[in-house]
């Protein structure tokens, strides 16, 4: 295997881990530990941070982002459905008063019917070599 296959493949398990994060990693420990400790530092130690590591320096990394946003979303589904969230923005769409919002409605409502941008995980990659 060369190193562009090795590199290609190492993106394609970042990426799975990613849109399917684990909750028994590191990260994932914190972040549960977070809901139920009274402090960052407290939900660090429990999850098995060193004690020199920063709660901030955590909470950037992609893999706490992506536990991060799954459980907004899963929260989010829990308390509003698709449906109901699309009855809300048809009102927006639909009123007159306020332009820049009704025009911001059309255009998230239009993107979501016709997305721009290809979301295939699959991508063309293309390797030169010039000798000289």
Same mark, same amino acid.
């Given at each position: 295997?060369?190193?562009? #296959? ?6 394609? %398990? %970042? ?6 994060? &684990?909750? =028994? @990693? %590191? ?9 139920? @400790? ?14 020199? *590591?920063?709660?901030?320096? $955590?909470?950037?990394?992609? +893999?706490?982002?992506? +536990? #991060? ?8 589904? &829990? ?5 109901? $969230?699309? &009855?809300?923005? !048809?009102?927006? +769409? ?21 997305? &721009?941008?290809?979301?295939? *995980?699959?991508?063309? =990659? !293309? ?6």
């Amino acid at each position: 295997m060369n190193e562009l #296959e090795r590199l290609d493949l190492l993106t394609k %398990q %970042q990426k799975r881990r990613l849109n399917n994060p &684990d909750l =028994n @990693c %590191q990260a994932g420990k914190y972040f549960l530990a977070k809901k139920v @400790c009274k402090n960052k530092r407290q939900a660090m130690l429990q999850a098995g941070y060193n004690h020199l *590591d920063a709660p901030t320096r $955590i909470e950037k990394t992609q +893999i706490y982002k992506a +536990i #991060e946003k799954r459980y907004y979303t899963d929260v989010l589904q &829990d308390k509003i459905s698709m449906a109901e $969230i699309a &009855d809300e923005q !048809v009102k927006v +769409i639909k009123q007159d008063k306020e332009l820049g919002a009704k025009n911001r409605a059309i255009e998230m409502a239009l993107k979501k019917i016709e997305p &721009d941008e290809n979301k295939s *995980d699959v991508t063309n =990659n !293309v390797l030169i070599v010039l000798k000289g």
